[in-house]
């Protein structure tokens, strides 16, 4: 496994701006961040869900279809190819978000989005599934992946802020770099 590349796509996802981030700094902002905690709480939570569920299913999907894995993986390139072309033309002008910042929310709002829903079902089939199909580095993985977007999470709650305002000023740049980056993670898919 190219765990250089497993490792950037996953920051990639979990640290670009995305509905849960926004959403989060949109908490920080308007709530502080005691409130943007529990959204956050409620967010990590089902996004581990997910990523266990998608890795439940996919490694079922392997193993009844051996085949299905090519598919996953050009998939999930193209997935990564598209989110690439997503960041570079992202206007942030037109965002506009509305949460409420509990638990709750934080937790729906995972099963709502398509990036992290996109997201768990591809980063299994296109990183991990290739390399290793037993329960314990399957597990291994989920804790891990988890623990990443936990960490991009708080890291928009911690400097919600000074990232913000960073994004911006440079979101061009921001955006053409983290691209750049998705396109390189869909590529070492098949090297």
């Not at 701006?17 to 961040?33: A, F, R, W």
């Not at 997935?79 to 033309?89: N, P, V």
């Not at 709750?104 to 989005?113: A, R």
């Amino acid at each position: 496994m190219n765990i250089t590349s497993f490792l950037i796509y996953c920051f990639i996802i979990t640290f670009t701006p995305g509905p849960t981030n926004i959403d989060i700094l949109s908490t920080v902002n308007k709530h502080g961040t005691k409130r943007a905690m529990q959204y956050t709480y409620g967010a990590t939570i089902a996004f581990g869900l997910l990523l266990a569920l998608s890795a439940m299913l996919n490694t079922m999907l392997i193993t009844v279809i051996p085949k299905i894995l090519i598919v996953m993986q050009i998939i999930g390139s193209i997935y990564m190819l598209f989110l690439a072309y997503q960041i570079c033309k992202t206007d942030k002008s037109k965002q506009t978000v509305n949460q409420t910042g509990t638990f709750m929310s934080g937790f729906l709002m995972q099963f709502l989005n398509p990036k992290v829903v996109t997201f768990t079902m591809t980063v299994f089939p296109s990183f991990i599934l290739p390399y290793y199909t037993a329960i314990p580095a399957v597990t291994i993985s989920v804790i891990v992946i988890t623990l990443i977007g936990f960490l991009a999470f708080m890291t928009w709650v911690l400097f919600g802020t000074i990232f913000k305002k960073f994004l911006q000023k440079h979101e061009k740049v921001v955006n053409i770099i983290m691209a750049l980056f998705l396109v390189y993670a869909a590529i070492m898919i098949w090297l």
